[in-house]
């Protein structure tokens, strides 16, 4: 089951709030949850390919929405998100992208790309695709990678990792959602027929991250909802749809 509206997205950082009241962490019994003992790192302590593939994740910012969520390049200049993030044109108006909003690196610092062209949008798999623009001559990807999803499902008991942008704004109000890296392990590879579920830790902010296999580091499912998430945020698994799912919307939009 989809959820839709703003449940599973997050509190903006004060530079990207509309004029409108601030929606903070909202609560829901299907928002993005932690699962057990918070255990996200820093994506800046990663090494290797977990840490190359970290930097092709990002902070979308919807103004269009007053919300923010998470979003990964696929190529060069198309960001994947959740539809329940951005489900139409009008709310990808303005649309913007950082992938160095990471810890150390100061607000004045982070780079931005506008990601506001609607490509297409799938309600049925909470899976929306922006087109982002060059800055400084570059498109993103140029500058960041772009992720590879895997051919086949992940199976229950394999582990994985889910590159997010956040913060325990449950227990330290007002912090940074700067990127993270949760790991965990798939709970059940057929948790239903769109999706899978996983242990790994997120709260709403995170929605539209990939979750990566460990052993190949390819995108084995984009991470959208959680399930049993009480007034802190914390809850009893993580869902998110399938690759093959999320493979065969890409071969739509001819990649």
Wanted: proline share 4%.
């Amino acid at each position: 089951m989809l959820v839709m509206g703003l449940s599973a997205c997050g509190p903006l950082e004060p530079q990207d709030l509309p004029d409108a009241e601030p929606n903070g962490p909202l609560a829901s019994q299907e928002s993005n949850v932690i699962v057990g003992t918070l255990n996200w790192v820093s994506a800046t302590s990663l090494t290797g390919t977990q840490r190359t593939k970290s930097r092709a994740v990002g902070y979308i910012s919807i103004p269009a929405v007053g919300s923010r969520c998470t979003a990964w390049l696929v190529s060069n200049d198309v960001v994947i998100t959740n539809n329940h993030c951005i489900g139409s044109a009008s709310e990808a108006v303005g649309a913007r992208v950082s992938f160095n909003y990471e810890d150390g690196v100061a607000s004045g610092s982070r780079i931005w790309y506008p990601c506001a062209t609607l490509i297409k949008t799938w309600s049925g798999d909470d899976m929306t695709a922006l087109r982002c623009s060059a800055v400084n001559g570059q498109l993103p990807g140029q500058v960041y990678g772009f992720l590879t999803v895997a051919t086949a499902n992940a199976a229950t008991n394999s582990a994985v990792y889910v590159v997010n942008q956040n913060c325990d704004y449950y227990t330290t109000s007002g912090c940074t959602p700067t990127k993270k890296s949760s790991p965990g392990t798939v709970l059940n590879g057929n948790y239903s027929t769109t999706d899978i579920s996983y242990n790994a830790d997120t709260l709403g902010g995170s929605s539209g991250s990939p979750v990566l296999s460990t052993s190949t580091n390819q995108v084995v499912a984009l991470h959208h909802i959680g399930v049993g998430g009480n007034s802190q945020g914390r809850g009893t698994a993580n869902t998110g749809v399938k690759a093959t799912r999320v493979k065969a919307r890409l071969a739509e939009i001819g990649l």
